[in-house]
């Protein structure tokens, strides 16, 4: 069975600082993918970055970037420059690669961006 | 493309009654998953329905069930309700073939009085 960890629950930081959410997870799978998903207070989650875990090179969408450690078994997500519409739950998921689409989530990190 | 469509959006049930909660995923998408999302668990993997047929179950009791049809429209099915099911349910649809990007509806939910 896979454990996600998300050891900060509640983050604030200043409109366009950056901010680094962490996320740990312990599996004993070998490809398996991650994500970073926010939930904003309309309560749909939206999918913000992807990362394979064959994959050495870190992920990139814009302002969102990871910090993929295979072997400690970390990946946090940096924002930066951020925004006032970056505010809301952020969940890191773990998903196996032959895990037939089951996602395994983190709690959950609430962050607010201060305008 | 329409996105992940949930109905209804907000649901009020007594104890003991049963709910059937709906998603109909994105056009072309063959996989449905639901989620539970309460504060004091989390999000908690429901099951998945792939062609109509459930290829993964979570951990919850055998009142949970789930159905999906010919055109992939999902529905899940509560029974004998208790005030801990209160919560909201999330509905994600993927394409299903190794494909990891799964679309979310805005989710139903479920209380329960």
């Known amino acids: 069975a896979q454990t996600v960890t998300q050891s900060q629950p509640e983050m604030s930081v200043q409109e366009a600082e950056t901010v680094t959410l962490s996320c740990t997870y312990d599996?004993?799978?070998?490809?398996?993918?991650l994500f970073w998903y926010k939930q904003p207070p309309s309560r749909q989650m939206i999918l913000v970055i992807r990362?394979?875990?064959?994959?050495?090179q870190n992920a990139t969408e814009n302002r969102f970037s990871v910090n993929f450690q295979k072997a400690a078994k970390s990946f946090s997500l940096k924002i930066s420059d951020s925004q006032l519409g970056d505010t809301a739950m952020y969940f890191c998921?773990?998903?196996?690669?032959?895990?037939?689409?089951?996602?395994?989530f983190g709690t959950g990190t609430r962050l607010t961006i201060i305008p | 493309k329409a996105g992940v469509t949930q109905t209804p959006r907000y649901l009020i049930k007594t104890r003991g009654q049963q709910v059937t909660l709906s998603c109909s995923p994105i056009?072309?998408?063959?996989?449905v998953s639901w989620y539970q999302q309460t504060p004091g668990q989390g999000l908690q993997f429901l099951f998945e329905y792939f062609s109509e047929t459930q290829r993964n179950k979570g951990n919850f009791p055998g009142r949970f069930s789930g159905r999906q049809f010919s055109n992939s429209r999902s529905e899940m099915n509560v029974s004998t309700l208790e005030l801990g099911d209160s919560a909201l349910y999330l509905c994600?649809?993927?394409?299903?073939?190794?494909?990891?990007?799964?679309?979310f509806g805005q989710g139903t939910r479920l209380t329960v009085v």
């Open positions: 990362q394979e875990a064959y994959k050495q």
């Open positions: 056009s072309g998408h063959r996989s």
């Open positions: 599996t004993s799978e070998n490809n398996y993918y």
């Open positions: 998921a773990f998903m196996a690669y032959f895990g037939n689409e089951k996602l395994t």
């Open positions: 994600a649809s993927s394409p299903g073939q190794q494909n990891t990007e799964a679309f």
